[in-house]
Nanobody
Framework: QVRLAESGGGLVQAGGSLRLSCAAS????????MAWFRQAPGNEREFVAVINRSGSNTYYADSVKGRFTISRDNAKNTVYLQMNSLKPEDTAVYYCAATGASTSGSRAYYPNLYDYWGQGTQVTVSS
């Protein structure tokens, strides 16, 4: 069982930056690949980024590539999402998720791959 808790959301102007954190409970954090998803009102949950168990491999959605960076600190049981050059279209609730399955290829895009989810944190980017 893994419990996830996101923090760091808020209101920021376009072009600004935010850093989201996701703290995980349990002693097996390093056994899980971790991802960030987001969901805007009226939209489906959308893949943002994923990082493998060791932190050696990452993958991003095209919409955030070059602006967002996912990282993890296994000693602190925490995964991060550094978001730079934010745009109004980045406005959404951001969720972290954990999976014990392989996240190679396009498998990572799909929410049903993930076993555990946080409650989400709101990010609002004003124009």
């Amino acid at each position: 069982q893994v419990r996830l808790a996101e923090s760091g959301g808020g209101l920021v102007q376009a072009g600004g930056s935010l850093r989201l954190s996701c703290a995980a409970s349990g002693r097996t954090f390093s056994s899980y690949a971790m991802a960030w998803f987001r969901q805007a009102p009226g939209n489906e949950r959308e893949f943002v980024a994923v990082i493998n168990r060791s932190g050696s491999n990452t993958y991003y959605a095209d919409s955030v590539k070059g602006r967002f960076t996912i990282s993890r600190d296994n000693a602190k049981n925490t995964v991060y999402l550094q978001m730079n050059s934010l745009k109004p279209e980045d406005t959404a609730v951001y969720y972290c998720a954990a999976t014990g399955a392989s996240t190679s290829g396009s498998r990572a895009y799909y929410p049903n791959l993930y076993d555990y989810w946080g409650q989400g944190t709101q990010v609002t980017v004003s124009s």
